[in-house]
Structure formats: C-alpha cells, structure tokens
C-alpha cells in the first residue's frame, strides 16, 4: 500500500529556463549643462593679497599718511586744551604727547623707506650678438641628431638662448646666440676650449661635480670667462658632462630657470655625457664647420 500510494503522488515537474542573456552596465552620456558644473571644494581666493598687490605705491604710502595724521593729531589736540606749547616733564600728558610724537615720526620714516626700496622687475632681454650654429666634424649623424634635439628642446621649454658643449678639450656645440667676433665680420666668436678649461668657473665646476647656476650673471666677476656668449646674458648654468666637459647654457631672464629646469638639465647632462663618450674619444683634431 505504501509502495502504491508513492507511485500514486505526483511529481512536480519544473522545466528548465533558458539563460538570460547578461546585462552590462548602461554609461549615461553627461550633457554639457553637468560637466560644466564643478561640485567640489572652490579655491580660496585671498581678497587682501590681492587688493595690496594692485595698490602697491598706496599701501607703501600708507605709513606717512598714518604718521601725518597722527602729528597733526597732536599738535591740534595740545591747541585746542589749553596745554603750553613747552613740554613739560611732570605732566603726564606732556609725556604722551613726547611718545605719540615719536610714533609718528617712526611711521613716517618706515613710508619713506617702503617708498624708497622697490623690487627690480624681472624682464626678458633680447641677446645682443649675432646667430651661431656650429659643431665639430666627423661624428655620427644620430649624435648631431641628439645634440640638435638638445638645443631645439632647451630653447623652446626654458629661457636657454645660448648652447655650448665642451668635451674632452674639443667644443663639440656652439648654437644659439653668440657674441660677435672681433673682427667685425658678422661671424660668432668662436670658443677657447683650451682659455676656457684654465678658468676659475671650469676648474670648480670639474672639482665639485654638481651643477653650478649663476642666476644673474652681472653680479659674478666670472663673467669675463664667458667672452662667446652675448653681452647681455642674465643667467648661465654650468652643468658638468661627466669629468670631462662642459655644457654651458646662457638664458635671457635673470633667475629664468627653474628648479625643475635645473634637474631636467642634469639629467641632459647625463645622457650626453653617455653619448659623447662613443664618438668623441678617438676623434681627430679638426676644425668647426657650420651646420
């Protein structure tokens, strides 16, 4: 009975489903009106920087108008309250009088100087020389290639104006602004890589072996080491190729290069000192050709 009854209970039939294709994520294309909306934090703006930087000469006038007042002040105050005009040690007022006084000078003074002391503006300058473009003979194609690269990379992103590469006793680059030669023939002044090794600027830029910047190039007596460059060069970096030579970068703008531009430069000097150190060894002595 039990076995009939079993047989008797309906077994329940579920068909199997066919697979649901996949759903992918949908990407909603934003319109303009959202992109254009910024909803994080704004940049806080500083109103009195500001307001101080566009009203230079008021704000360092500021002091001799306060000190003025502050005299006038006094003087009309010791008129109209019936004090002498003789200061007299054993009146408190007198004293007060004597210390206001001296505040106001000091604030006058303080203007004076503020108006007296400005900050040099920083301006580009248009090298004074004639245009250059000179390397030694005899090397590889993909070598003039790089130190083209080199010039035409340094010229465009920084404010290098003036190129020289000094290696092994040889100027393998002279490309950019130069000064004129003495002869008066329109032509650059070529390069003494031997005057040059024997300078004060070479000798301790080879003994350290970092990096040497000279921000404002009139202010260093080492100048006169430099005749090639233009006349007016605001800054020169010195950048050491290995241990023996040099790169030598004059710039149009005093304090022009960056800190970032001074690591990207050594990090030139590295790849040139790798490449140089291929062609340059067993190079014969010759003279410049123009490019």
């Known amino acids: 009975m039990e076995a009939g009854r079993l047989l008797r209970t309906p077994i329940p039939w579920r068909p199997k489903l066919a697979p649901s294709p996949p759903t992918f994520p949908r990407f909603v294309r934003a319109s303009s009106k959202s992109q254009g909306r910024y909803r994080g934090p704004k940049p806080r703006r500083d109103w009195l920087a500001d307001w101080v930087s566009n009203n230079d000469d008021t704000v360092r006038s500021l002091p001799i108008y306060v000190g003025g007042v502050s005299l006038l002040s006094v003087l009309f105050n010791r008129t109209i309250s019936?004090?002498?005009?003789?200061?007299?040690?054993?009146?408190?007022?007198?004293?007060?009088?004597?210390?206001?006084?001296?505040?106001?000078?000091?604030?006058?003074?303080?203007?004076?100087?503020?108006?007296?002391?400005?900050?040099?503006?920083i301006s580009v300058v248009n090298p004074q020389g004639v245009e250059s473009r000179r390397i030694y003979p005899n090397i590889a194609a993909s070598?003039?290639?790089?130190?083209?690269?080199?010039?035409?990379s340094l010229s465009v992103v920084t404010c290098c104006r003036s190129l020289v590469i000094l290696?092994?006793?040889?100027?393998?680059?002279?490309?950019?602004?130069?000064?004129?030669s003495s002869a008066g023939d329109g032509e650059a002044m070529a390069v003494d890589a031997t005057k040059l090794m024997q300078g004060s600027l070479y000798q301790g830029v080879m003994k350290s072996g970092a990096q040497s910047y000279l921000a404002n190039l009139s202010l260093y007596p080492g100048k006169s080491e430099l005749p090639f460059l233009p006349s007016n060069t605001q800054a020169v970096i010195l950048q050491p190729i290995g241990d023996k030579g040099i790169i030598i970068i004059g710039g149009d703008t005093i304090r022009g290069f960056t800190a970032s531009d001074q690591a990207w430069i050594t990090l030139i000097g590295e790849k040139v000192d790798a490449s140089l150190s291929k062609y340059v060894n067993n190079l014969p002595v010759a003279v410049q050709d123009r490019v």
């Open 143 to 152: 070598l003039v290639s790089e130190l083209l690269w080199v010039w035409e």
């Open 167 to 180: 290696y092994d006793s040889i100027c393998i680059l002279q490309i950019g602004m130069a000064a004129e």
């Open 82 to 121: 019936g004090i002498a005009p003789v200061a007299d040690a054993s009146s408190s007022q007198s004293r007060a009088d004597l210390l206001t006084l001296g505040l106001a000078v000091t604030n006058i003074l303080a203007g004076l100087v503020w108006l007296s002391i400005r900050p040099k503006s």
